[in-house]
């Protein structure tokens, strides 16, 4: 049996716990660049944050070790932008370009524009999950842009983003291109906004006195001023330091502050402001020069007394039918005068058919036709009780007597 040294012994261990080293140690990233130029081509470039179109390809170089050699050893990587989900890839693909601690692969830009952060971690294992290194993160690294006005410069770059100016031209270098700068000519110095105008060359004056106008970097702002919240601009408030949630008027004052019209009635409760002086109002600041108190009905009279309506039914004669439709508005009894007249009734107390108030004699149904009344004289009768068989004598009488009249009516209008 051959024996070892000591010194052979020692040489075998050490060489196994390299060879464990460089096998199962965890990698680590001591550096990750972006878009650099790679070392085999004459050294490492800094082009600073990457500005990318959405989905591009971006060159990434790492510096990797974990104290030997790591041809063998990296093998796959982990990149994860943002909040977006990670990315396994397989590194091990690159080996063999005679590269030690740096390698350098390619990874792909997110689609969704915008500015991204990016970390990096290597593996020695084939499926980003064996002996995870420290994790390197690039901060706000990639800048994700489109370029909408196709001049060729992306919008993240261009200082006119929405009108094509492929030369980029400044004249008055104020960051704002000269394709859409609606200020030339901007003092140096002066900050701008996205327009090209700065604040000198610009009027913030909105001409309202409520409002606070200010300039910063070319851009207005024109603020309400209200410091107790009240709803009424400083400039307007006759009341400032209202209490917060108190009701005020137009003034900004809260209500029983102020009477502008001096009627008694405050006016958050003034329902009729101006109200004449010596006028009396109602408890809604309305004196009666300011109110309509016509109802519209005929059959009412309509009065104010303090700026309070009333409207009272007309019917003097209380038959139930108002003044405006009575035709005999004094007389209960009748709603038409008749042929009598109001005040007079129209009753015909013999049933001749002329009214009583149309007949001399109401007591018969003679009617009033100017003869004589006939008596016994005439009649050459007596007519008493008993007498009864000399009634159609009587009746013959009458008869002849108007027939006497009916002769001397005619002899008289001949």
Request: net charge negative; charged share 20%; proline share 6%.
């Amino acid at each position: 049996m051959k024996v070892r040294t000591t010194k052979q012994v020692c040489a075998a261990v050490c060489c196994c716990l390299l060879y464990c080293i460089r096998v199962e140690g965890a990698a680590h990233v001591w550096y990750a660049h972006i878009n650099w130029t790679p070392y085999m081509t004459g050294g490492p470039v800094l082009n600073g944050p990457s500005y990318v179109y959405p989905n591009s390809l971006m060159l990434v170089i790492m510096n990797v070790s974990n104290g030997a050699t790591l041809d063998d050893v990296w093998h796959s990587t982990q990149y994860t932008f943002s909040d977006l989900p990670p990315v396994c890839i397989d590194t091990g693909m690159y080996h063999g370009l005679g590269l030690t601690s740096d390698n350098y692969f390619l990874i792909r830009a997110p689609a969704t524009p915008g500015i991204y952060s990016i970390s990096f971690q290597a593996f020695t294992g084939e499926v980003c999950g064996a002996n995870p290194s420290n994790i390197v993160t690039l901060t706000d690294w990639i800048n994700v842009c489109l370029d909408v006005d196709s001049d060729g410069v992306l919008d993240c770059l261009d200082n006119c983003p929405n009108d094509a100016n492929a030369d980029q031209a400044d004249a008055d270098g104020d960051g704002v291109g000269d394709a859409c700068d609606a200020c030339p000519d901007t003092p140096i110095g002066e900050s701008v906004s996205t327009s090209g105008c700065s604040c000198s060359q610009l009027n913030c004056d909105d001409g309202d006195p409520c409002t606070l106008d200010s300039c910063l970097n070319g851009v207005c702002s024109n603020v309400l001023q209200d410091a107790d919240g009240d709803g009424v601009c400083d400039f307007n408030d006759l009341c400032p330091g209202t209490p917060n949630g108190v009701a005020v008027d137009a003034h900004g004052c809260p209500c029983g502050q102020l009477d502008d019209d001096n009627d008694g009635v405050t006016n958050c409760d003034d329902n009729c402001a101006n109200t004449p002086v010596g006028e009396t109002p109602n408890v809604s600041g309305c004196s009666c020069s300011q109110v309509d108190c016509d109802d519209g009905d005929p059959c009412t009279l309509d009065t104010c007394s303090n700026g309070v309506c009333t409207s009272v039914l007309q019917d003097a004669d209380g038959d139930g039918l108002c003044d405006a439709n009575d035709g005999c508005p004094d007389d209960p009894n009748k709603s038409a005068p008749g042929a009598c007249g109001c005040g007079v009734s129209d009753m015909d107390s013999d049933g001749n058919g002329t009214p009583d108030c149309n007949d001399a004699d109401d007591t018969d149904d003679i009617g009033d036709s100017g003869l004589p009344v006939p008596t016994n004289e005439a009649c050459g009768v007596m007519c008493a009780s008993g007498t009864g068989a000399v009634m159609p004598i009587v009746t013959l009488c009458l008869i002849g007597l108007r027939r006497l009249s009916r002769r001397r009516n005619r002899t008289s209008a001949g």
